[in-house]
């Protein structure tokens, strides 16, 4: 199952996190969340808590 880790801002935002998220070797998938232009990225609920620490660092660059 897919889960929702980040609501970017845009579909470019969107791609760079998925493009460093797959650099560290995880499943990522995004998608329009149906508001206004923003994106969600996703990874499987098995990854969640691995991802979270690795988004975490590649926000705060």
């Given at each position: 199952m897919?889960?929702v ?13 998925k ?6 070797g995880f499943?990522?998938?995004i ?7 923003q994106?969600e990225v ?7 808590r691995?991802?979270q620490?690795v988004?975490?660092a590649?926000?705060?660059?």
């Amino acid at each position: 199952m897919w889960t929702v880790i980040y609501i970017a801002p845009s579909e470019k935002a969107a791609e760079r996190i998925k493009q460093r998220l797959e650099e560290e070797g995880f499943l990522v998938k995004i998608r329009p969340s149906g508001v206004s232009k923003q994106y969600e990225v996703l990874v499987p609920g098995s990854e969640v808590r691995e991802v979270q620490e690795v988004l975490s660092a590649i926000l705060h660059e």
